[in-house]
Nanobody, 113 residues
Framework: QVQLVESGGGLVQPGGSLRLSCTAS????????VRWYRQGPGKQRELVAA???????DYVDSAKGRFTISRNNALNTVYLQMNSLKPDDTAVYYCYSVLGNYWGQGTQVTVSS
């Protein structure tokens, strides 16, 4: 059974940083485009960042200059480095594999003083 497991969420003060990880159980992951989504309280799920199998990246405007998506195919892992975090970044963050249409269970990020 394929699983995507996110980790790295938590409580951080405004201006702080977190690094999220998404690790897949199958070798397919290195062949897949992967995306990070988030869903804040009372909001719709939105795409935050994406990385292709060839490591071409793209970001939502609010994440540009603050977030970095990357991947380590040897570890079947995709990362989301988040810097200069703001209260508006508070959300559950989900990893999604285009290949196979797989979702992770989500990891909570809370930005608050």
């Amino acid at each position: 059974q394929v699983q995507l497991v996110e980790s790295g969420g938590g409580l951080v003060q405004p201006g702080g940083s977190l690094r999220l990880s998404c690790t897949a159980s199958g070798m397919f992951f290195r062949l897949s485009d992967v995306r990070w989504y988030r869903q804040g309280p009372g909001k719709q799920r939105e795409l935050v960042a994406a990385i292709t199998r060839d490591s071409v990246t793209d970001y939502v405007d609010s994440a540009k200059g603050r977030f970095t998506i990357s991947r380590n195919n040897a570890l079947n892992t995709v990362y989301l480095q988040m810097n200069s975090l703001k209260p508006d970044d508070t959300a559950v963050y989900y990893c999604y594999s285009v290949l196979g249409n797989y979702w992770g269970q989500g990891t909570q990020v809370t930005v608050s003083s």
